[in-house]
């Protein structure tokens, strides 16, 4: 069963506006959650990261946001730039746990 | 450091055939991570090792697949007999402290595996 869970498959999103990407879990022992960006024929590389003990997490143009009640984290990119386009990749791991667990992930393409 | 290193980065077998995927994982990290990218199930952790030992392999489709660490520096991921629907991207995947590191894991390019 997937206990991190991406539901939008694909985004589109004008250059210099506000991208939105959003991820739901389940498993309510998850205290870390990472963002990771794909490009095709590349491996998955880190974007950006938050404990549970924070709400929000920023890095430029990148902000994660976590509501712990609703169990839904969610990563904004403004502004958005073409070469943001690329798959999103949302992750989560249990405090005692070493391996991440990762949602199906979201295809965001900005156009210009 | 040039990072994780998976070869093949294609592989094109026939079913029933042995495939063997290789990863080198950056010098130092301590995890290392086996992961399947599927359409249908996204990035599903298949087995990961510690110390060149393997902590969890419960993701592990079947038997036909097994994981390897005879070291530090290598490991493979080895299907046989290889069929259609063991067709995917696998990636391999280093980390010095596991899931606990700031920035998660380092990916290798992959390699994409189809089994005709």
Redesign the interface.
């Known amino acids: 069963d ?1 206990q991190v869970k991406q539901n939008s498959p694909s985004l589109s999103v004008q250059e210099g506006r506000i991208s939105i990407l959003n991820c739901d879990y389940t498993n309510s022992m998850f205290d ?1 959650f ?1 963002w ?1 960006k794909k490009y095709p ?6 974007l950006i ?1 938050i404990s549970s003990i924070k709400d929000k997490n920023e890095d430029g143009r990148f902000t994660v946001f976590l509501n712990k009640s609703a169990k839904h984290l969610s990563l904004h990119i403004v502004p958005s730039q073409p070469g943001d386009s690329a798959v999103y ?1 949302c ?1 989560a ?1 249990v405090n005692s ?9 979201t295809s965001l393409l900005v156009t210009p | 450091d040039a990072g ?1 290193i998976q070869s093949p980065r294609h592989e094109v077998t026939e079913m029933g055939q042995e495939v063997t995927l290789r990863c080198k994982p950056i010098s130092g990290h301590d ?1 290392l ?1 086996w ?1 399947r990218q599927t359409m249908m ?5 298949l087995i ?1 090792f ?1 110390n060149n030992v393997p ?2 392999d419960s993701g592990m489709p079947e038997d036909r697949f097994s994981a390897k660490m005879p070291n530090a520096s290598f490991s493979t991921l080895k299907i046989q007999p290889s069929e259609p629907r063991d067709s995917a991207v696998y ?1 391999c ?1 280093s980390s010095p ?4 590191a ?9 390699t994409r595996l189809t089994v005709v």
Request: net charge positive.
């Open positions: 997937q870390y990472l990771y024929a590349e491996g998955p590389t880190f990261s990749f992750a791991s746990g070493y391996a991440l667990n990762f949602g199906k992930g | 994780v995890y991570f992961y199930r996204g990035l599903e952790l990961y510690n902590i969890d990636f995947a402290r596991g899931a606990r700031n920035y998660g894991y380092t990916f290798g390019s992959g």
